[in-house]
């Protein structure tokens, strides 16, 4: 394209698209517009790669911004990789990396197709790890690239993500990738948001009562169960759930992986087929059909058992099937759970967060100091007895296995009875 004509091709996309400021690199396959608020300066313009630097005028917040379109040459985005290296040794400020970088994280990330080559796996990794950047996950399918073809030529894979250092999220936190929607072959776009909130705490472990139906669970469990520790019963017993508990995160993430994720890549995978299959009702690509339909209904059926697990409605048996209804219930429980403001000890009203859990601390520290110990209790004496004898030895008695397995066998399987996250269905 003549730079006449690339200059004009610009302009229309950031007339249409409402940015004040567009720019594109020598290759023309990366296009960057950027808000008015920011001026920008062009540090590289590569093939691969373009990289700029961001000076928001507003809040006086700068970063670097790198697009990157690699090669589907292996050979060629070595040489991306290089540039990043040198890029990243001098890197000091909040830098954030994005764009198709032509080349998968993992195994996982690749449906159909020949096998994958490790070596180029590795040396993105490699790129990646020795730059300190950090991938921001995503919402959305796990697929950003599809070859439009069908039947066994069908091939999905992720090679688009956005990436950024630690400075980059400390500065701007509650960023949330989205993977949109293709059209047709080719890369979905992504789509970054910050809307200014604070990143969302890291969520506590929580036993999912679904594992219990793999088959592996049982040998996982008995595996991490064992100690040669001959510690006091509860310490020991303590110590096997922290173990039992680490090991289940890591086994879950093997054997299930992010049943969101699975199911919005899996029903793109659905509809293909089912595109295929209605153009050709050949029985291969019925088959093919069935064989991803019944993975995908397989993880419906997970975040069903995960929504009602966590909607906490032990009154409610199996019936038709209805995330949202789940869903709703828990967000209207946080709803009613969650406090707006509090009044103070001086009968203040407190709306601040911060200050709302000090003088909650506060609250709880004097209902449970008593700076007077009383040492007289001759009231007792005039308090009547109502339990005998027998009845308070009955009461003092160790409770034996039958009884103290059906009170754990009692517990509601749905809901945990402590912070350790462990439901009674656990148990």
């Known amino acids: 394209m003549e730079p006449k004509q690339h200059a004009r091709k610009l302009e229309n996309y950031r007339r249409k698209i409402g940015f004040a400021q ?58 991306l990789w290089d540039s990043l290296y040198a890029f990243a040794r001098d890197m000091d400020r909040p830098w954030l990396v994005g764009g198709d970088f032509n080349v998968i994280w993992d195994e996982e990330e690749k449906f159909g197709g020949l096998p994958v080559h490790m070596n180029k796996v590795l040396d993105f990794r490699h790129c990646v790890n020795n730059c300190n950047l950090f991938d921001l996950g995503f919402k959305g399918s796990i697929y950003t690239w599809w070859n439009g073809r069908g039947e066994e030529d069908c091939i999905f894979k992720q090679l688009d993500r956005i990436l950024a250092n630690a400075q980059f999220q400390q500065m701007f936190t509650g960023l949330e990738v989205n993977h949109l929607s293709k059209t047709g072959s080719g890369t979905l776009p992504d789509d970054v948001d910050h809307p200014g909130l604070c990143n969302p705490n890291q969520e506590s472990f929580k036993f999912l009562n679904f594992w219990t139906k793999n088959e592996t669970f049982r040998s996982t469990i008995a595996e991490n169960w064992k100690t040669d520790s001959l510690a006091n019963p509860f310490t020991l017993f303590n110590s096997k759930l922290k173990k039992v508990k680490k090991a289940l995160s890591i086994w879950s993430k093997a054997i299930f992986g992010n049943i969101f994720q699975k199911i919005a890549s899996l029903e793109e995978v659905v509809l293909v087929h089912e595109a295929q299959f209605e153009l050709n009702p050949s029985f291969q690509n019925r088959e093919r059909l069935m064989k991803v339909q019944a993975e995908f209904i397989k993880y419906l059926m997970l975040e069903e058992e995960f929504w009602k697990q966590k909607s906490g409605m032990s009154w409610f048996k199996d019936g038709d099937r209805n995330t949202n209804f789940f869903h709703a219930q828990v967000m209207g429980r946080r709803k009613r759970l969650e406090l707006k403001r509090i009044q103070s000890s001086e009968g203040n009203w407190i709306e601040d967060s911060t200050t709302m859990a000090e003088e909650a601390v506060k609250f709880f520290t004097d209902q449970f100091h008593e700076n007077n110990v009383p040492d007289n209790f001759v009231i007792l004496d005039h308090v009547q007895r109502m339990v005998n004898n027998d009845q308070n030895d009955m009461l003092l008695r160790q409770p034996n296995k039958d009884e103290v397995k059906e009170a754990v066998f009692g517990l509601n399987g749905d809901s945990a009875g402590g912070p350790d996250g462990f439901t009674g269905c656990f148990f």
């Not at 808000?35 to 093939?47: A, C, G, K, S, T």
């Not at 700029?52 to 917040?61: I, S």
Request: charged letters at 20%.
């Open 22 to 79: 567009a720019f594109g690199n020598v290759s023309n396959k990366i296009w960057a517009f950027i808000d008015e608020i920011y001026e920008v300066n062009i540090m590289y313009d590569l093939e691969q790669q373009m990289t700029l630097h961001l000076y928001n005028t507003g809040d006086n917040k700068e970063f670097i911004l790198t697009l990157v379109y690699a090669s589907c040459d292996a050979t060629k985005r070595i040489e």
